[in-house]
């Protein structure tokens, strides 16, 4: 038995993470940041497998049975092997989860038009795993992504009401919306993205719906253990977390706190 192990490719995870915790608060959970190497969504299929393997290693070393990629780009781009090549060659049950799977299968309960906007990082619209996916359980809805490039450095570098965060959001939700007027729903398809909400809505028509992952995947979390008591069991439960950071635990403490909306101690850790 142990934790329930959380992993990004650095801040973005912890909104999802958030949202987890008040969820599901009676669980003990190690979260995992790789800040020492990101961005992963302009790194290669092969390297952010190998990198995302190496961490969800870590994390089952750590005693975590199950592991959730709060991370977008390791979602669509490691997960899959993970589950279908590596987690077969552990002796014991062990389990990866993603975010991209929560947030496709409940789409078509939103959406009236069957029109969906996803806005994400480049190396996910180029993986199209949300088109993908979304086929998989709507093969009537209709995909349209939008690449934005430049939001996940403004939220890192805590842009969120500069004028340069006004101009790419307003800018690339236009382009989004020029795919299709018949959009209703948009898909905030990357972690970082729910920190600019307050620009998202100021720029997106009312009538359309803004999903951010958090509280899906939350809630998908929470239906997964009732579902698989075999795993649930596995789980400890003492209300604990503990906070791990693959670059400095200064850096990660100070800008953790916007993403997980309080102050949280973290712990540097050495891969390999």
Not at 26 to 38: E, K, S
Not at 135 to 159: D, G, R, S
Request: hydrophobic fraction near 40%.
């Amino acid at each position: 038995m142990g934790p329930i192990g959380i992993f990004d490719s650095g801040y973005g995870g912890l909104t999802v993470f958030r949202e987890i915790a008040k969820k599901l608060p009676q669980y003990d959970y190690v979260y995992l940041g790789d800040n020492a190497r990101i961005p992963y969504g302009t790194r290669s299929f092969e390297t952010v497998y190998a990198f995302t393997k190496e961490c969800v290693d870590q994390l089952f070393a750590m005693d975590c049975r199950l592991v959730v990629l709060a991370c977008n780009t390791a979602s669509a781009k490691a997960l899959r092997t993970i589950q279908q090549v590596d987690l077969p060659l552990y002796p014991d049950l062990r389990k990866v989860l993603g975010v991209i799977r929560p947030t496709t299968e409940i789409i078509g309960d939103y959406t009236k038009t069957r029109h969906v906007g996803i806005l994400a990082t480049p190396g996910t619209v180029k993986s199209t795993s949300y088109p993908i996916e979304i086929h998989k359980f709507f093969p009537n809805i209709t995909v349209y992504q939008q690449a934005c490039p430049f939001w996940v450095p403004l939220v890192e570098n805590n842009e969120l009401d500069s004028p340069g965060a006004a101009y790419f959001v307003q800018a690339d939700i236009k382009r989004l919306l020029q795919q299709s007027p018949q959009i209703d729903t948009v898909i905030l398809a990357c972690t970082h993205y729910p920190l600019l909400l307050p620009l998202i809505k100021q720029y997106m028509p009312p009538h359309i719906q803004v999903l951010a992952q958090g509280q899906l995947v939350a809630n998908s979390l929470a239906d997964y253990l009732h579902r698989h008591p075999e795993i649930e069991q596995l789980c400890t439960k003492g209300g604990t977390t503990q906070f791990f950071t693959t670059d400095s635990e200064v850096d990660f403490e100070k800008k953790a706190a916007v993403f997980y909306g309080k102050k949280i101690k973290a712990a540097p850790l050495t891969l390999g």
